[in-house]
């Protein structure tokens, strides 16, 4: 692709949407293009590749902070990748707490619904579990107590 890139074909070759493109000029993460005389955005393919960038961050599930920090790593590449390396770090903690997290509910659920007998509901464990607390392990294990 050469200079004078439509935010439209930026968009399509990115997978990015033409509103999250203006969202992420509008926060600085994607600088505002140079216009064209009919004052459309001229995009470049450092603009596809920050774009591209941005995509994958995200579908990783880097928050947009962490981005920001992220691109201005990229874009001085001849610093240390330490702070690089604990953003993704941290991240990695966050995501391992969180399949913890949901391999507990997981759990749950399933005793939950392996516990129930297919009868009345007043013997349903769903119904019981959901209706105490201090029957729900996940809750007991993941609920801070006051």
Known sequence: MSQGITIGNVSQASGVKVPTIRYYEQIGLLPSPPRTEGNRRSYDERDLERLTFIRHSR????????IRTLLSLQDRPDVSC??????????LADVKQKIASLTALQHELERMVEGCSHGRVEDCKVIDILADHGKCRFHADHVPHL
């Open 59 to 66: 579908e990783l599930g880097f928050e947009i902070d962490e």
């Open 82 to 91: 330490e702070d690089a390396d604990a953003i993704a770090s941290r991240h």
